[in-house]
């Protein structure tokens, strides 16, 4: 027990020190010789050390060790930095994340860090050239999520994973030619799904002679070997077969957006467990419930001190109210200091040049949504620097500085959050997003004519949906826009994207502050009382039967110059006794679902209302067009609309 | 060896209920509490059939479920007899409206037999066994089957297709 109380501090100790050094030595690379930030550098992989070695995480222990001493002597200016040693610093800081999740549970053991360490080692004893061959021996292959599920899907059709291992001789003249070769022959007998170095690189004869190429096959390991090794050149091949469950992960985006569920905001705090902060969350939920109830005794007894004191208490309730929600806020720097380094590593490994702007992290926002909010930016920022930003060539004829630019924004805009993610890239080609969509028969060509450009580009987020013009095996794809739009989706907020075609593109998030309280309307339908989000609501207004058009068979009407659909809320959520057939004047609630309006018919509207939402609970809980319910002040239940499924 | 086996043997306690005339049973570890019903239901559209809806369960969202409706027997009003037995499944809580709670009852371990095809209209694919005691059966529900059989895995595969 108490054990896994210290465990639990050590942890959160663990991710603020990493933060510290991710942080820390993105600035040493930029500004090499700041004293300060080696200091700082130094003191974060010293505590680590001392605390590891307190609690008895040995090789967390070792590795850290081993970091001090290289920084001690960079600090005590007795070598100085290079690339070499920053990229080692760097994959001990990946390895001591991983130690740290692995730790968690419970199985620091099953992580290798003698490469590491031993490159460390070499850098203190100065023998360079034992480190190349050191580093080329620990040549590792790591896959992303969504490669391994390709893999996956590869293998069920009776294919293997290889990990070919080629060393071409050393007087080889052409090596690009050679690796052409090598590829093409591995092609014909399967895909190729990853490199390292990347194809790129290999095609740029950008390596020294030995490489590693991840392919899934149909043929046996002898057949592969057999093929590569006739070609000339080919000094050494090694093929081995990999099973699925031994593939690792490109932790720097995987386990990266786990560990950062985690994370803790650096200001000075008093830890508190997430919990707490739940239980505490959810009696005050309790309470705002109960003072409506309040307020509704208050009404029906009329009298005077009641209503005083359920003024008082209401009053109360909200303060507290607020003070748990801001509680809860968490500044999205937590999530955004993650992405130079995902900036920094993606790109040298695209070979572009990009830097990354970030204004406003300190923006609060819940942490149920800065938990969720890391893999949809992601994936953005990923697509950015894959497709958006064009290599350096390019970037140059276009007339463009070599430098891309990748800016990521927050601020708040009333009850909501804006997340931006800008890039100076290619942006989106309408054109070819218009080609894809009838090749995938998703519109007929005349509706997809009549489409304005910036609704062509919310195609992107189907599902298989990727404009890239090649699908290299190598590079991220175009994959997770889907994902993107899932994810916000669920988290009640709206993602949309404006793109100027060669001058880049601009991906907007709007999210809510809290997912806990929404501001309702709540209306009649018939006997039952539905609650509708305020921030789906454009207008309130109020129609004449006569008003009523028809297009086709659906109902219309106009509203500011704007043919605008009328769906009868009674035959989405099948109420059988709703009345408003029958009306004359008819209450219309206008929303907003993206650029779309909607007019919906209730029977009445009843109030504005701050409810808490409740989960209908894992047996009911995806019914669709339904957010939620929450609890009115009679203590009846009311259901909460999911806008989005009911328009 | 196995004198003490059976000198030891194992017993399970039931909360017995009753639909129609015949007795039924829930392991009582599964059973959260007991309640009237004594409150409007709210109906959730697009919910299975047997679904009545939800209700505010101090606080809580619960959905309730029609064992009768579940079962395909003849549908009653809700009387002063009827009862809610709130149950826990996979940390979801649910509850089922039954005619009558009878009682808690002891049973041994030994007594249950795996349950016959067809008791009185109810398929053995919702049933566990039944126990005897003295003249009486009780037949025990499958819980898991029972609440959220197919029509609810159907329901959530559903959405999941609409979300992706």
Redesign the interface.
Known sequence: MEISQYLSVFMDECQEHLLTLNQSLLELEHNPDSSGILDKIFRAAHTLKGASATMGFNKMADLTHAMEDVLSKLRAKEMSLTADMMNTLFEAVDLLEILTNKIGEGKEEDIEISGVVQELRHFVTADTAVVKVERRQKLQLRYLEAEKEQIAAAMDQGAKLYHVDVTLADDCLLKGARVFMVLREIEKKGTVIRSIPTVKELEDENFELRFIIGCVSAATAGEIHKAVYNISDVANVEVEEVPLDEIQLEKRVQDAADHDKTKISSNPTVRVEIRKLDDLMNLV??LV?NRSRLESLGSTLRSKELNEVVEQVGRLTLDLRDSVLKARMVPVETVFSRFPRLVRDLSKELGKQIELEIFGGETELDRTVIDEIGDPLVHIIRNAIDHGIEGIEQRRATGKPEQGKITLNAYQEGNNVIITVTDDGRGFDPKRVREKALRLGLVSPEILSEMPDEQILDFTFL?GFSTADKVTDVSGRGVGM?VVK?KV??LGGLVHIESELGEGSRIVIRLPLTLAIIQTLMVQLGK?IYAIPSSYIDQITSLNRTDIKRVRKQEVFMLRGEVIPLIRLQD????PDAKNSYFDELDVVVLKVGERLIGCVVDGLLRQQDVVI???????G?????AG?T?LGD?????ILDIR?VA | MREKLQVREETKQLVVFKLGDEEFGVDILQVREIEKLDQPITRVPRAPEFVEGVINLRGEVIPIVDLRKRFGLVVRDISNQSRVIIVELNNNQVGMVVDAVVEVLRVNLSDIDPAPAITKGVDAYFLNGVAKQNDRLIVLLNLEKALSAEETKELSSMNMEAAE
Not at chain 1, 622 to 626: E, F, Q, R
Not at chain 1, 635 to 639: E, H, K, M
């Open positions: 939920a309790e419930i599902p889907d899932t989706d669920s039952e989405v959520l099948e109420i409740k989960s209908l609970g894992g047996f009911l995806a019914i669709k067009g339904i319910a609890i203590g009846r239940v009311a259901l499924a």
